[in-house]
């Protein structure tokens, strides 16, 4: 089983703070791809990254691929309330599975 | 986009019943489907992989014969929690593979056995 270590476990930030959060495995993944989970719902997919040192930006969420495809980075810049959820990152699917990491949980409080 | 749903999204029932809970793609078929469960706070953990007209794969320590799970349409999956105690309360999320292998995950049904 392909372990993926999430970090920080928890997060308790302001809004306007900037934050990273990591997600760190000593396997080699093809892709990786991160989600967020709202309170009582299912996980939605953020992004895929695909190449090493891959970076991907979704408006103030920036998505980084290590060079050797071990790991990977999530930034957001300037929080707002509504980036408060659970953060997971997982492989892709051409793994046999989707196992998830650990996750990081974050509040942005206002 | 593709939609999955889970019926109920919520239920309450009596210690040693059992509970089905369903997870249908909307618009578009599944060949496999995922099951996890998830306790507060924590991530997802896989229970098993359900394949269309076949037996699921269970995960280790997730027991078959607790967890029943059919698969027997493109769109349709369900996970029967038999016997049910207190410690099986939990959310239980699906997911169903589309083209592409892309999975797309349901709402989820948090299960709370009294």
């Known amino acids: 089983t392909q372990l993926l270590e999430q970090s920080p476990q928890f997060l308790s930030i302001q809004e306007g703070e900037n934050l990273t959060v990591y997600c760190n495995s000593s396997s080699v993944f093809s892709s990786l791809q991160w989600y967020r989970q709202e309170p009582g719902e299912g996980p939605v997919l953020l992004v895929t990254?695909?190449?090493?040192?891959e970076v991907k930006k979704l408006k103030r969420l920036t998505f980084q691929f290590g060079d050797a495809r071990k790991d990977s980075s999530l930034h957001i810049t300037a929080a707002q309330t509504g980036d408060t959820g659970l953060y997971l990152c997982a492989p892709g699917r051409g793994t046999d599975k989707l196992i998830f990491g650990t996750g990081t949980r974050l509040q942005v409080f206002p | 986009g593709a939609v999955v749903s889970q019926h109920p999204s919520r239920v309450i029932c009596k210690s040693g019943t059992s509970v089905k809970i369903e997870c249908r793609s909307l618009d578009f078929q599944a060949t496999t489907m995922f099951w996890y469960r998830q306790f507060p706070k924590q991530s997802l953990m896989l229970m098993a992989t359900s394949n269309e007209g076949s037996k699921a794969t269970y995960e280790q320590g997730v027991e078959k014969d607790k967890f029943l799970i059919n698969h027997a349409s493109l769109t349709l999956s369900t996970l029967t929690v038999t016997s049910a105690h207190p410690e099986d309360s939990s959310f239980y999320i699906c997911?169903?593979?589309?083209?592409?292998?892309?999975?797309?995950f349901g709402p989820g049904t948090r299960l709370t056995v009294l």
């Open positions: 990254v695909v190449t090493g040192g």
């Open positions: 997911s169903a593979e589309g083209r592409g292998n892309e999975q797309f």
